[in-house]
């Protein structure tokens, strides 16, 4: 019984490492422009269908063509940015922005559509099938090591926000953007870095979950819906919160399929996740 | 009475913004609010208005303990306030703000048709009767206080909270100004006002209350407050002659 | 708008309607006919929507939700207890408006996007739901059964009743949009969607006001959903997905927000570029439409966000018709 139940465990731990890693793309986003990034899940497919083609056509390993895939998405992300969204931004209303990210959402989705059509497609490596013992469970290779690459992106993102400069001045950003702006910060490249780094983060989530996954036009939608409970979990704009948030949800989501049966894992996320967005926002108009 | 403050106080996270504040306003008095920036005096606006519940305190609105009530509630029952930080309708006509203030509050119109001359009334008292077709957005300063100013009485208050109508105006629009307060106050209405300019201050009120740091630290008629030492050293200013005529801000 | 304004724009409505009401005399073919069906459909969901999205500003991006709620409460009626699709549209339409006011009342203290987030998160749990529900059918959804084609079954032969039935409906939601925006309900919605402090601050029960436009926009759409259901004539879960929430949603931005002619435009606008794009790439190209779709939107968004109507607004001989005072940034002269 107790070996069914680390089973959950393991599992939940390594899939909530991709909930954490796409919160925390969201964070960066959020954190910094105050935007709701509806196309997240989105940036993540792209991502997974770069990888597919680099594998597929050049016969790249898929962890081989991450910092390949991190720079196309940077610079894809940058151009969205710069383009699309801060023109939008200062305007009392933010409809228009998740308006804006909504319609990059159907684009994205639908591009990929006509372009891959809606076949399931992953990728085969010599390794994709191999096993781990790991604390007495079976754990699939490629989970593994894809979970081992993501704490090591975490750090390195978490160094870079905590220790850089320009870290530091993206954090100043998100704190106070006049602020920012008045000790001679471009604000503006601070924005289009931090959804380049947003894109960029989906974007390696996306090669780390092709090896063992699968993509489709559609994947990015449930990851969306994921990243944004993670950044409710976590908190808004915390990269720590964001990997704790990951984790827990991962855990939560297992756990919830455990419990009441796979066919209802949705509706265990999604009613925590409500649950804890009225719960919170509840307790902070108490505080008035 | 028409307004008592009761022992009101009120604690953000660590911080005390009001402190056992008590006075009362009588009927158809005009009441200034006064005292530095940071006092208290938007915050205790807010308690009175029930945007803020007080920590401890209670609000008494004409004999009834409103404290509970929410600002809606409190507007069905004459009271009215204007926002220091403006609030208009943005994409609402200048027109359909004052529409939508007397439509709601006790006045209650049915229907445009009913709310709509009377909204006229008051644009014309205001002065924004050319303006009426104007987005609330893209109006002026000046033009924004005479909007939150007409949305509030058309909620035809009893009491009418107005929170720095004047800042930000200049010589002439002040007098204005103050000629339109003591117009409304003619008609019956009370009024509790915030302000920092003292030349409005002194023609207008006939009782001041002044704040400092959460805590009332005087409150009586003009003469005794601008005279008042405490007051002089805190807020007006150390030159006496100054203290009745000039500009504060 | 000026009286003149009103009565131009009356007068295009009436002409608007007479050609709709003509149409089927000059164009048989069916396939005409569905897609103006389709569009009315559409057209119905977006003004629905609109009343709780536009009007009162809560953006809600779950609303297949209802739409599917409808489709199933009067199709369940129909086939388990002989209940007329009429009287099971209005069943459905209650009963959405009664749950959406339900689950969204606590929502309605979360600000913009957690409000859209929320709302995402509830169609998808009744989506999950749904596809694990017995007596829905699960996941394969009810297809209806070939009853009598008779007036109380609301099944008909040919398209030229759904026409004029799709028709009727549209105009009657239309109609009540339009009315509501002028009422003191409809100020209180634009209130609310403007600033809820000041609405407070007035005298408006922002609760409330948010609790009446979930339940009459929701009641709209379920009912357009009952619609859908005898017309299709096959219901399932998917209809939930967030991309047809999504889709009921655009033709009121793209037309214009918030406003009484926008969602019309709008879904007169989007619906025969779908359907002119479905013909021309057919199944070459599946989800071409939706590239197409989402291009306007992104396009719109970034120029004119408050829509085409706001873009028509801008155009002097446009507003010399209608007198329109709202819409554009321009002071009036003195």
Redesign the interface.
């Known amino acids: 019984m107790s070996g069914v139940v680390v089973q959950v465990v393991i599992n939940g731990i390594l899939v909530g490492g991709f909930y954490a890693l796409m919160g925390m793309g969201l964070n960066v986003i959020f954190g910094v422009m105050k935007i709701v990034n509806f196309c997240q899940g989105e940036l993540l497919m792209v991502g997974m269908y770069l990888t597919y083609l680099f594998t597929s056509t050049l016969g790249l390993d898929p962890y081989l063509s991450l910092p390949l895939v991190a720079i196309i998405m940077m610079c894809l992300g940058a151009v969205i940015q710069h383009g699309l969204i801060t023109p939008l931004l200062g305007a009392a209303n933010d409809s228009n922005l998740i308006f804006m990210t909504v319609g990059l959402m159907m684009l994205m989705q639908n591009l990929a559509l006509v372009l891959f059509k809606s076949d399931y497609r992953t990728v085969q490596t010599g390794y994709s099938l191999k096993n781990i013992h790991l604390l007495g469970q079976v754990v699939s290779l490629p989970k593994l090591i894809s979970f081992g690459v993501l704490i090591f992106v975490t750090f390195l993102l978490y160094a870079f926000l905590m220790k850089s400069e320009t870290g530091k001045r993206i954090r100043a950003t998100s704190q106070n953007p006049i602020g920012a702006r008045l000790v001679g910060i471009n604000i503006n490249r601070m924005y289009i870095l931090s959804y380049a780094i947003g894109a960029a983060l989906a974007g390696i989530a996306g090669t780390l979950l092709l090896p063992f996954y699968y993509v489709f036009p559609m994947v990015g939608a449930t990851f969306t819906l994921r990243a944004f409970v993670v950044v409710v979990l976590g908190g808004l704009g915390s990269i720590k919160g964001a990997f704790v948030g990951g984790i827990v949800l991962g855990l939560l989501e297992t756990m919830g399929a455990f419990v009441v049966g796979p066919q209802f894992k949705d509706s265990v996320v999604f009613l925590t996740f409500l649950a804890i967005l009225i719960l919170r926002q509840h307790l902070v108009s108490r505080a008035r | 009475m028409m307004l008592q403050i009761q022992n009101v106080s009120k604690k953000f996270?660590g911080l005390q913004a009001l402190n056992d504040v008590i006075f009362s306003v009588q009927e158809k008095e005009i009441v200034g609010l006064i005292g530095p920036n940071g006092a208290g005096k938007t915050t205790l606006f807010n308690v009175i208005?029930?945007?803020?519940?007080p920590s401890s305190g209670h609000i008494i609105y004409k004999g009834t303990d409103v404290t509970t009530l929410?600002?809606?509630q409190r507007?069905?029952l004459g009271m009215?306030?204007t926002?220091q930080i403006m609030?208009?309708?943005?994409?609402?006509?200048v027109l359909?703000n004052v529409?939508?203030?007397s439509?709601?509050?006790?006045n209650?119109?049915?229907?445009?048709a009913v709310?709509g001359p009377h909204a006229f009334g008051i644009l014309e008292f205001t002065g924004l009767l050319?303006?009426?077709?104007?987005?609330a957005?893209?109006l002026g300063t000046a033009d924004r206080k005479r909007l939150e100013l007409a949305?509030?009485l058309?909620?035809k208050p009893d009491l009418l909270l107005l929170d720095e109508v004047m800042s930000g105006l200049n010589h002439a629009e002040t007098e204005e100004c103050v000629a339109l307060i003591r117009e409304i106050n003619k008609s019956g209405v009370t009024i509790l006002l915030i302000e920092h300019i003292m030349k409005a201050v002194v023609t207008l009120c006939e009782k001041i209350v002044v704040l400092h740091h959460g805590e009332k630290i005087a409150e009586g008629s003009v003469d005794a407050v601008m005279n008042d030492q405490t007051v002089i050293d805190i807020y007006l200013g150390k030159d006496d002659d100054k203290a009745l005529t000039s500009t504060v801000n | 708008m000026t009286r003149v304004g009103y009565l131009r724009t009356f007068f295009v409505e009436l002409s608007l309607l007479a050609v709709l009401l003509l149409v089927p005399f000059f164009i048989v073919a069916p396939y005409i006919l569905h897609v103006f069906i389709m569009l009315f459909y559409v057209a119905m969901l977006a003004v629905a929507w609109n009343i709780l999205g536009g009007l009162t500003g809560q953006f809600s991006l779950g609303h297949a939700a209802f739409m599917a709620m409808g489709a199933y409460a009067s199709t369940l009626l129909l086939i388990k207890f002989n209940v007329t699709p009429w009287i099971g549209m209005i069943a459905g339409g209650i009963l959405a408006g009664v749950t959406a006011a339900i689950i969204f009342y606590p929502c309605f203290v979360l600000r913009g996007p957690y409000f859209a987030l929320a709302t995402i998160a509830f169609a998808e749990t009744f989506r999950n739901l749904f596809t694990n529900w017995e007596m829905v059918g699960k996941a394969q959804g009810i297809l209806l059964p070939m009853v009598d084609r008779s007036w109380y079954n609301f099944h008909f032969s040919g398209k030229l009743p759904y026409y004029y039935i799709g028709l009727g409906m549209l105009l009657v939601i239309y109609g009540s949009f339009a009315i509501l925006e002028r009422s003191r309900l409809g100020y209180g919605f634009k209130c609310v969607r403007e600033d809820e402090d000041t609405s407070n601050a007035i005298g408006i029960n922002v609760v409330k006001y948010k609790l009446l436009a979930t339940f009459l926009s929701a009641a709209f759409t379920a009912v357009a959903g009952a619609y859908y259901a005898q017309y299709v004539r096959y219901i399932e879960p998917d209809l939930m997905l967030g991309g047809y929430s999504i889709e009921i949603v655009l033709p009121a931005i793209i037309g214009g927000i918030g406003t009484v002619g926008g969602p019309l435009l709008g879904a007169f606008l989007l619906m025969p570029i779908s359907e002119y794009l479905r013909v021309m790439l057919g199944n070459v190209i599946p989800g071409g439409h939706l590239i197409a779709y989402a291009v306007i939107l992104i396009v719109i968004i970034r120029v004119k966000p408050l829509g085409l109507v706001d873009w028509l607004n801008g155009l002097k001989w446009y507003r010399q018709l209608s007198g329109a005072k709202l819409g554009v940034a321009e002071a009036v002269k003195k």
């Not at chain 2, 609030?87 to 006509?93: A, I, N, T, V």
């Open positions: 996270r208005s029930g945007f803020y519940q929410q600002p809606f507007c069905a009215a306030r926002f609030k208009p309708l943005p994409y609402m006509s359909d529409i939508a203030g439509m709601f509050g006790r209650c119109s049915r229907n445009v709310a050319k303006k009426q077709n104007v987005l957005k893209e949305r509030a058309a909620a």
